[in-house]
């Protein structure tokens, strides 16, 4: 399929369709972090996650999807990023599976790692709504919309009972905080709070020295 007949989604269909997988991988009640390799693997078309030496050094690329004969997709991923740099890892891994989920007649001519990229350019100078469906579907499926907020409250409520209101520390470490608890990096955190309007609600928190946050 061209580019240019891939499917345009709104956050809110993203979010729904990431809901729905969440909901069907853990039926009674999310654990954080989300197993992201598990759930990708389930997916029907994907058959495999393939850790790949140097993909990075060699492609300047994190992670690719190869298209197969049988019709289905490996995700192929960086060994040192799969293996040392986990959240970051997890956060390419589910980028790649929202192509899958979101568009993937899109992805289905690439056969080799240069196929894929040449994709991936072709995409990013035109269609740029396709990866930026694909990093909002990343976000959506590691910090669930049905438990973030909630979370971003409880950590805020603790963290200002210990550091007070000081707005030098608390934004930092509550991004940090939750960027442990959900297994993902720093900018993924920061855009997922900006996306779900906590970024303000934290900032006018800060500001009224609310002990609390309004999820
Ligand atoms: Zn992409």
New binding site residues.
């Given amino acids: 399929m061209e580019p240019s007949h891939a499917r345009r989604y709104t956050n809110a269909e993203i979010e729904v369709i990431a809901a729905q997988i969440l909901s069907k991988a853990y039926p009674t009640g999310i654990n954080i972090p989300i197993e992201i390799d598990l759930l990708a693997e389930r997916n029907e078309l994907v058959d495999d996650i393939v850790p790949i030496e140097l993909l990075e050094d060699k492609f300047g690329v994190a992670a690719v999807l190869i298209s197969k004969s049988n019709e289905h997709f490996d995700i192929f991923v960086d060994e040192d990023q799969f293996n040392y740099r986990q959240p970051r890892a997890s956060y390419s891994i589910a ?2 599976l929202g ?1 899958i989920v979101l568009h993937s007649g899109v992805c289905e001519g690439c056969r080799t790692i240069e196929d894929s990229i040449a994709l ?1 350019n072709r ?1 990013t100078g035109v269609y740029h709504s ?2 930026r469906s ?1 990093n909002y579907f990343s976000g959506a499926i590691l910090m669930p919309r049905r438990a973030f907020p909630e979370d971003t409250a409880k950590i805020y409520e603790a963290l200002v009972r210990e550091y007070s209101y000081d707005n030098n520390i608390i934004p930092d470490k509550l991004c940090s905080t939750l960027a442990q608890r959900y297994g993902v990096y720093i900018p993924p955190v920061k855009i997922r709070l900006r996306e779900l309007n906590l970024q303000r609600k934290i900032e006018t928190a800060l500001r009224l020295s609310s002990p609390y946050l309004d999820p």
């Fill in positions: 980028h790649e192509h991936r995409i396709i990866e694909a």
